[in-house]
C-alpha cells in the first residue's frame, strides 16, 4: 500500500530503465507461462510502474499522458508481454478516473495496488437498461493479464426495448466473481500476455459501474470530472487508447535494433570468415531500422502530448490515431528489416530476434492499429465525409 504520488518522471524512467535486464533474462520463461509472471507483476508493484497514470489523491504518479509512451516503451526493450501488460492494465487506472467518485473510492480504497483487465469490444458485449442500471451478457476476446487481475473494464452495446438499436456505449466495471475466464491465449506472438477470452450471462452492472463513453470525448463532461480534473483527465478516452498499447512495438523495435547492433559488432560469417560489420549492406540496414525506430518514436511521443490539448476536432483526434498506427506500422518494419539481414540464427527459438519479430508481428494485427481502417477514417473527415462513431 505505497503512494507514489511523489514519485517524478524521471525517477519513474529510472525505475523502468533499471528493470529491463531483469525483464530481459524473464522473457522466455513469461513466454513459456503465457501470463503476466507474478514476480514480474511484483517488481511493478513494488516500483510503482503500474500506476503511471492514477490520480495522485489515491497514491498514484498521475504522470503527462506521454509517460505511457516512454515508461512501455522502455520496459519492452527487456519483454514486449510484460510491457503490453504494463501499458494496458496501468491505462485503467486512467481509464478508472472517468467514472464515478463512488467507484473510483470503492476499487482503490480496498487496494489502490489493484490490477484491472478489460476488453474493449463493444460488439462483443449487450445490455439493456434497467432500474438503477444494466442487464449484460456477452463473450469478449483479447482480455490482457486477467489472470493477475480482480477486475474487468468490459465494452458493452446497448440496446433499446427492440433489442436490435443500439442507443449507448457503456464501459462496464466487473468485479472477477461475476466472469468466467476462458483460456484460448495459443498464439504465436504476445504469447505471455495471458489476453484470454471473458464470458459473463445475465449479470446486473450497476450505473456508477457502467462509464458512459459519449461523454469521455474530451473535458470533463465524464462523471470522473467530480475529482480528477488535470490535464491527463481532460483527453478524449477512445481516441486516444492505443497509444498505452503502441508503445510495446516501439520499445520491441529498439530492444531488437539493439540486440542485433551488439551482436553484429563481434561476429563473423560461419561461411565467408568475415566480419559483419563491415558489410555494407549489413549498415545500411542497420541505418534504415534506426531511422525507423527514431520516425516511430516521434509520430507516437508527438501525438501523446497532443492528446493533452484542450477542445480537439474530431479531424485532429483522427490525425493523432492515424500518427500512432504508421508508428507501429514502422515499428514492425524496423524489425522486418533487422531480420532480413541477421541470418539463419535468427530462427532459433534461443536468440532474442524472432521474439521481437513474431511480438511487433502480432502487435501490428490489432484492430486499434490497422492503417486502412484508420486512414479511411481520417480521409473521410479531412474531405468532408460523415464519420459515425458517437465514442469519438
Not at 463532461?221 to 467530480?226: C, S, V
Request: aromatic share 10%; with cysteine; net charge neutral.
Amino acid at each position: 500500500m505505497t503512494d507514489f504520488s511523489r514519485v517524478s518522471y524521471e525517477q519513474a524512467m529510472r525505475r523502468a530503465r533499471d528493470l529491463v535486464p531483469t525483464l530481459r533474462e524473464r522473457a522466455q520463461q513469461c513466454e513459456d507461462a503465457r501470463v503476466l509472471l507474478p514476480e514480474n507483476e511484483r517488481l511493478l508493484h513494488e516500483t510503482g510502474l503500474f500506476r503511471y497514470h492514477q490520480p495522485k489523491r489515491f497514491g498514484g504518479l498521475e504522470l503527462p499522458f506521454v509517460a505511457v509512451v516512454d515508461i512501455v516503451s522502455e520496459l519492452a526493450r527487456g519483454c514486449p508481454s510484460t510491457a503490453w501488460n504494463v501499458g494496458n492494465l496501468g491505462c485503467h487506472h486512467w481509464i478508472l478516473a472517468y467514472y464515478e467518485p463512488e467507484t473510483q473510492h470503492e476499487v482503490w480504497d480496498a487496494n489502490p495496488d489493484v490490477l484491472i483487465a478489460s476488453s474493449i469490444a463493444l460488439a462483443a458485449g449487450r445490455g439493456k437498461k434497467t432500474k438503477d442500471g444494466y442487464i449484460v451478457s456477452g463473450r469478449w476476446p483479447f482480455s490482457s493479464g486477467v489472470d493477475n487481475c480482480d477486475w474487468n473494464m468490459l465494452a458493452v452495446t446497448i440496446y433499446g426495448d427492440d433489442g436490435k438499436t443500439a442507443i449507448d456505449w457503456r464501459l462496464c466495471m466487473v468485479p472477477k466473481k461475476d466472469y468466467k475466464i476462458i483460456d484460448t491465449w495459443y498464439a504465436m506472438g504476445m504469447v505471455g500476455t495471458g489476453s484470454k477470452d471473458i464470458e459473463v450471462k445475465e449479470i446486473f452492472v450497476a450505473e456508477r459501474r457502467a462509464l458512459e463513453l459519449t461523454k469521455c470525448r474530451g473535458g470533463l463532461e465524464h462523471p470522473g470530472g467530480k475529482l480528477n480534473t488535470g490535464p491527463l483527465f481532460r483527453i478524449p478516452l477512445v481516441a486516444a487508447a492505443a497509444h498505452p498499447l503502441s508503445a510495446t512495438a516501439l520499445g520491441a523495435a529498439e530492444g531488437a535494433l539493439e540486440h542485433v547492433t551488439q551482436s553484429f559488432k563481434t561476429r563473423i560469417g560461419t561461411y565467408t570468415g568475415a566480419k559483419v560489420a563491415d558489410f555494407q549492406a549489413v549498415q545500411i540496414k542497420i541505418a534504415k531500422a534506426r531511422a525507423l525506430v527514431d520516425s516511430a518514436r516521434y509520430l507516437m511521443r508527438q501525438s501523446a502530448m497532443a492528446f493533452e490539448e484542450e477542445n480537439l476536432e474530431l479531424e485532429t483526434k483522427l490525425r493523432l490515431r492515424v500518427q500512432n498506427t504508421l508508428a507501429v506500422a514502422q515499428s514492425r518494419e524496423a524489425v522486418e528489416t533487422l531480420w532480413s539481414c541477421y541470418g539463419a540464427n535468427a530462427i532459433y527459438t534461443r536468440d532474442p530476434l524472432q521474439r521481437f519479430l513474431r511480438d511487433t508481428q502480432a502487435i501490428n494485427q490489432h484492430f486499434s492499429f490497422n492503417f486502412d481502417i484508420a486512414g479511411a477514417a481520417f480521409g473521410t473527415v479531412a474531405m468532408g465525409g460523415k464519420y459515425a462513431n458517437p465514442t469519438m
